[in-house]
């Protein structure tokens, strides 16, 4: 069964810390997507990779940056955290090969910065 | 760029009924793709549904089908004889253009519709 999983449910941090969210995927998809969900307003994207080591912006790409050092692994990095990056972090990935590829999602984690 | 509405925030239906959730969207490419979500309380994301754009025929999954209107460029999802467990949080999206070739094709999502099923 396919298979995206984030290294964590729930992180509490403290503004200013460096914060790594980690995700990891089974399926061999060349894609990997960072959303952020809050009420209201949605899943916006933050950063994409197509490819390994290649990454590109998405809609909010501010306070964040990623890492794609493997082709299952694609890292969200909050160089900073700040109160306003509280939010829930949703990872996905999906097939490059094909346009009605759905994205396959973690579970998410909730990060809570105070 | 890309937009996707829902401009029901919130909708309540009985059980067994149907009910629809609206979806507008806008862009200007000739190829795109309309997908449905579903967001129960656990939070994890469950894929419903596609419609491509060249699709003749409305898409249907199980209970669920798309009423897609491409000159209206609505695609609502209809769920049939709705369940208890269906209340969930429901996200339109919408499949963005290939980023340079490389096959990356983002999603666009609304804001999503909260639907509680009434016992």
């Known amino acids: 069964d396919v298979k995206v999983t984030q290294s964590s449910r729930y992180l509490v941090k403290r503004t200013g810390e460096k914060v790594f969210l980690e995700c990891v995927q089974d399926m061999d998809h060349e894609n990997m997507f960072w959303y952020r969900q809050d009420p209201g307003l949605g899943l916006r994207l933050i950063y994409f990779?197509?490819?390994?080591?290649?990454?590109e912006k998405g809609d909010i790409p501010e306070g964040y940056s990623v890492s794609r050092e493997k082709k299952e692994r694609f890292s969200l990095i909050l160089e900073s955290a700040s109160t306003n990056q509280t939010s829930m972090y949703l990872c996905a990935s999906n097939s490059g090969h094909y346009p009605n590829s759905p994205l396959h999602f973690g579970n998410g984690t909730r990060l809570t910065v105070t | 760029a890309q937009k996707i509405t829902q401009t029901q925030p919130g909708m309540f239906v009985q059980e067994k009924e149907a009910v629809t959730l609206d979806c507008t969207y806008d862009?200007?490419?000739?190829?795109?793709?309309l997908f449905w979500y579903k967001q129960p309380s656990s939070g994890e994301m469950i894929f419903l549904i596609y419609?491509?754009?060249?699709?003749?025929q409305n898409a249907t999954e199980g209970r669920y089908s798309l009423n897609f209107q491409k000159a209206r460029k609505s695609a609502n999802l209809v769920i049939s004889a709705s369940q208890l467990g269906d209340s969930a949080m429901y996200f339109c999206?919408?499949?963005?253009?290939?980023?340079?070739?490389?096959?990356?094709?983002?999603?666009?999502f609304g804001k999503g519709t909260k639907l509680s099923v009434i016992p």
């Open positions: 419609q491509g754009s060249y699709d003749e």
């Open positions: 862009t200007s490419d000739q190829s795109y793709g």
């Open positions: 999206a919408m499949r963005g253009p290939a980023y340079s070739g490389a096959g990356s094709y983002q999603l666009t």
């Open positions: 990779s197509y490819d390994v080591k290649m990454k």
